[in-house]
């Protein structure tokens, strides 16, 4: 929710406009479901540093693993990333709305979120090629917010076929 000119409104700075109300609840049940324990741990094996948010968010920057890619990723109530989070919200400006609508689909789906979303990722892979374009999850946090791009869905068997030649390609020796 923006004013006219642009600036985000109050609500906007504690949850995605939803009040602090909301924001507790949503932090109260990604802890309770272990979401957010896990994100901490995450965040501190990969080597990050961790401060409070908006909305109660945690971000957890300088994370030092190659996975998952991205610029940022959410687990709980933790926005991770390797990188410095006020530059990354510089260039993108409504990354933290983004990040905070998957901190809410870990609330209502607890662990089961990881499978699903990688599943719902290569299920994005294939029909267009990227990983996010066509994720349920992407999508339903808002592609442009979280600086994706869409991408038009491809023919199921020319993917299939390109997936094949790829993991035939993999297997030759070297």
Do not use: K
């Not at 990354?95 to 719902?120: I, K």
């Not at 994706?148 to 020796?173: I, K, N, S, W």
């Amino acid at each position: 929710m923006e004013t006219a000119g642009g600036d985000p409104t109050p609500g906007a700075r504690t949850g995605a406009g939803y009040g602090l109300l909301p924001a507790a609840l949503r932090h109260w049940l990604n802890w309770c479901n272990g979401a957010t324990a896990t994100g901490l741990l995450l965040a501190a094996a990969g080597g990050a540093r961790s401060r409070p948010g908006p909305g109660l968010l945690l971000l957890a920057e300088g994370y030092r693993w190659p996975f998952p890619t991205g610029g940022a990723f959410t687990v709980g109530d933790v926005v991770i990333s390797a990188h410095d989070l006020d530059r990354l919200q510089a260039r993108h400006p409504r990354l933290l709305v983004h990040e905070e609508r998957h901190s809410r689909q870990w609330m209502v789906l607890g662990p089961a979120f990881l499978p699903l979303y990688l599943a719902a990722m290569g299920w994005s892979w294939l029909r267009t090629g990227d990983r996010a374009a066509r994720c349920w999850f992407e999508r339903s946090a808002g592609l442009a917010d979280g600086g994706y791009r869409d991408v038009p869905v491809r023919p199921v068997r020319a993917a299939l076929r390109e997936a094949l030649t790829a993991a035939r390609q993999a297997q030759r020796p070297r």
